[in-house]
């Protein structure tokens, strides 16, 4: 059974910084896309980051580029997000999501996510 298990999500003050991960198992996932997406209180979920198996397929949303960074470490099966210059606006649950195919910005997040994660509060506070 496919499980995707988010951790490092918490409480941290506007400028700082936090690092999520996402822990898969049950199966191998060299050749998925893996990425982040985030649902902000009376929203709907938004798309964060996502990698394919290549480094060279990497996408971000355009509220995130130059914050955020997502890597991969398949030996481990894992996903991971560094998130820094963190905002009171990226508040929310994220949640790790793997593809079977890649697709860059706003359509990850949407049909075709193959497995997704309970999710992983962050808050930023003011």
């Known amino acids: 059974q496919v499980q995707l298990v988010e951790s490092g999500g918490g409480l941290v003050q506007a400028g700082g910084s936090l690092r999520l991960s996402c822990a898969a198992s049950?199966?191998?996932?060299?050749?998925?896309?893996m990425g982040w997406c985030r649902q902000a209180p009376g929203n709907e979920r938004e798309f964060v980051a996502a990698r394919a198996w290549s480094a060279s397929l990497t996408s971000y949303a355009d509220s995130v580029k130059g914050r955020f960074t997502i890597s991969r470490d398949d030996a481990k099966n894992t996903v991971y997000l560094q998130m820094n210059s963190l905002k009171p606006e990226d508040t929310g649950v994220y949640y790790c999501a793997v593809r079977s195919a890649y697709l860059s910005g706003t359509g990850y997040c949407t049909d075709g996510v193959d497995y997704w994660g309970k999710g992983t509060l962050v808050t930023v506070s003011s």
């Open positions: 049950g199966r191998t996932f060299t050749y998925y896309a």
